[in-house]
């Protein structure tokens, strides 16, 4: 019964979590990428194409089972997560750049995740016809994602005070919500759970790491600055996964609960990847840059 009440709220939780996210969004969040071309396009290649590609090699590679591979390409093809903007700001990433990022990902998502799940749950599960995201569940992952940060973003530029005296409840009630989601889905499968780390947590782990390096990397062989690219590489590899959870366990979404395991397990593993991927590229730094380096602006 708790399962299920937790299962029906996840809608509703996720639109509190993108709530959050528009309550520290504001229009120049989405002009400000138009002043650094280089390093949004770059960073924005990688997240919608590079990573499903990578991450559909990875799915093949270790050979996962149907349910588990299409919930692997469902993170890929989710947006990075607020908690990006905090890991970035405390490794000396270009934080502004990271809020220009996820503002325009979570728009995207709506165009974009329905096309990975669709051909992923396709070619993963072609004898099940009712997997995947028609277009009524397309308008749904709208509602669920664009209008929450919508309504936040009107809050903040109508009632600034209301909208700043919300904006830390909303984000401790957001990290409240992926602890209870990640755990709901833990329990749920407590049956099955050895299996599905042996399954899943090596290629979890694989994909993050390679989403970190990749996001850091590419943008580097680009010629963008160290501190651009230090956001993408945390943008990229740190992923919204309440929200993939959400769309695999949602009724009226995946509505498939092996779906959620990649996201549950990568919720969990990013947060330790991620601090040592800050730390290591934090080091670099200290050890290579230039003094001018340092102080550049020039994303592109």
């Not at 709530?19 to 504001?26: A, D, H, K, V």
């Not at 694989?206 to 989403?211: K, M, P, R």
């Amino acid at each position: 019964m708790g399962s299920g009440l937790i299962i029906a709220s996840l809608p509703f939780a996720l639109g509190v979590v993108m709530l959050g996210l528009g309550l520290s969004l504001t229009v120049d969040d989405f002009r400000r990428v138009g002043r650094y071309p280089r390093a949004a396009a770059v960073a924005l290649l990688c997240q919608l194409v590079v990573l499903p590609v990578i991450c559909f090699g990875l799915v093949l590679a270790f050979q996962l089972p149907p349910e588990l591979a299409v919930g692997m390409m469902l993170i890929a093809a989710s947006p990075g997560g607020p908690t990006a903007n905090l890991f970035s700001h405390l490794f000396g990433g270009n934080v502004a750049l990271n809020v220009s990022l996820t503002a325009i990902n979570s728009g995207l998502v709506v165009v974009t995740l329905p096309v990975v799940a669709n051909l992923s749950a396709g070619y993963f599960l072609p004898d099940s016809a009712t997997i995947g995201l028609q277009f009524d569940k397309v308008v749904q992952v709208f509602v669920i994602v664009v209008v929450p940060v919508a309504v936040g973003m009107l809050l903040r530029t109508w009632v600034p005070e209301v909208a700043r005296r919300l904006n830390r409840p909303v984000r401790a009630l957001s990290v409240v919500v992926l602890v209870v989601v990640i755990g709901a889905v833990l329990y749920g499968e407590r049956a099955n759970l050895a299996g599905y780390f042996v399954s899943v947590g090596l290629a979890v782990l694989a994909f993050n790491i390679v989403s970190l390096l990749t996001g850091y990397a590419v943008p580097r062989l680009a010629g963008v600055d160290r501190r651009a690219a230090i956001a993408a590489g945390f943008e990229i590899g740190i992923h919204n996964t309440a929200f993939t959870i959400t769309v695999a366990l949602s009724p009226a979404l995946m509505n498939n609960a092996e779906m959620a395991i990649p996201g549950a397990v990568y919720g969990i593993v990013m947060f330790f990847t991620a601090v040592v991927f800050g730390w290591l590229v934090t080091r670099r730094r200290a050890r290579e840059s230039a003094p001018g380096e340092q102080t550049s602006v020039a994303l592109g």
